[in-house]
Nanobody
């Protein structure tokens, strides 16, 4: 249901933009909150940022000055602009979304496959 892309290797101070596409077969109004989480080696998966369908954003407090989440409802996409990257930002970044299946009434939570970000010093 979710396909993340845009990860890669970058030097400290650089930028990356992650993209996540929810299946085009899903009507945009069936997608509620979308977001990004990350998991560094040996650590738990942590919140990076979420954004509601109306554009309300929530960030991990330590990241909001460098990261910006946005979405394009018409294209079923969510983005994460990451600036001034640091080695500690190295992690696998996962896309997440609350999606109501066509045949269902409730929203279910889905994860994308993850995209790897490596920041070298």
């Amino acid at each position: 249901q979710l396909q993340a892309s845009g990860g890669g290797k970058v030097q400290a101070g650089g930028s990356l933009r992650l993209s996540c596409l929810a299946s085009r077969s899903i009507p945009p109004y069936n997608i509620n909150t979308m977001g990004w989480y990350r998991q560094a080696p040996g650590r738990q998966r942590d919140l990076v940022a979420t954004i509601t369908r109306g554009g309300g954003a929530n960030y991990a407090s330590s990241l909001k000055d460098r990261f910006t989440i946005s979405r394009d409802n018409a294209k079923n996409m969510v983005f994460l602009q990451m600036n001034s990257l640091k080695p500690e930002d190295t992690a696998v970044y996962y896309c997440n979304a609350d999606i109501r299946p066509l045949s269902g009434y409730s929203y279910l939570n889905y994860w994308g496959q993850g995209t790897e970000v490596t920041v070298s010093s």
